[in-house]
T-cell receptor, first 108, second 116 residues
């Protein structure tokens, strides 16, 4: 089974709104990473948060990590139509295991 | 552009056939990873090579094999193909592992395999 599981499976919002995606994982991790995938394309690394970090920012992205709950969240602020993509969390506990992804649709 | 190249982009073949997918990692990256992405299974890790040696194995079928060559490019061989092998196959590379912890991975554009 997948190490990372994202919630929701799909999210549709208006441009300018914030989008929050959650990820849960099952075992101890070294780090957790978020990736983005445009339809049919390769994954693009967005941000990495280490197991001893609780929050990390990168531009309009904010990632939190709660190792006690084995969960992480990705917040995209002031979303744009170009943010429309699938977002995957990947938990590293020896090898990188990806979740099923959240499909984000941002409507102009 | 991630710097990882994969060939071919598309491949259409028949059941029972054998194909080879090729990947060139980013310059300087020693680790290469192979993934399979299908609608029903999601993104599945297949196998990792580090500097020519197999490092980790995931959900790779016995009909599939891979290798990494001295110039660090890698090939994924898929044999006795079945309809269910139709998927996107991604290669990724990452920089040297520090303390055994991989850095972020850089993905290639993928090879879309269709088995008819």
């Amino acid at each position: 089974s997948q190490q990372g599981e994202e919630d929701p499976q799909a999210l549709s919002i208006q441009e300018g709104e914030n989008a929050t995606m959650n990820c849960s994982y099952k075992t101890s991790i070294n780090n957790l990473q978020w990736y983005r995938q445009n339809s049919g394309r390769g994954l693009v690394h967005l941000i990495l948060i280490r197991s001893n970090e609780r929050e990390k920012h990168s531009g309009r992205l904010r990632v939190t990590l709660d190792t006690s709950k084995k969960s992480s969240s990705l917040l995209i602020t002031a979303s744009r139509a170009a943010d429309t993509a699938s977002y995957f969390c990947a938990a590293l506990g020896g090898k990188l295991i990806f979740g099923q992804g959240t499909e984000l649709s941002v409507k102009p | 552009d991630s710097g990882v190249t994969q060939t071919p982009k598309h491949l259409i073949t028949a059941t029972g056939q054998r194909v080879t997918l090729r990947c060139s990692p980013r310059s300087g990256d020693l680790s290469v990873y192979w993934y399979q992405q299908s609608l029903d299974q999601g993104l599945q890790f297949l196998i990792q090579y580090y500097n020519g040696e197999e490092r980790a194995k995931g959900n790779i079928l016995e009909r599939f094999s891979a290798q990494q060559f001295p110039d660090l490019h890698s090939e994924l061989n898929l044999s006795s193909l079945e309809l269910g092998d139709s998927a996107l196959y991604f290669c990724a590379s990452s920089p040297d592992m520090v303390s055994g912890i991989p850095y972020e991975q850089y993905f290639g554009p993928g090879t879309r395999l269709t088995v008819t």
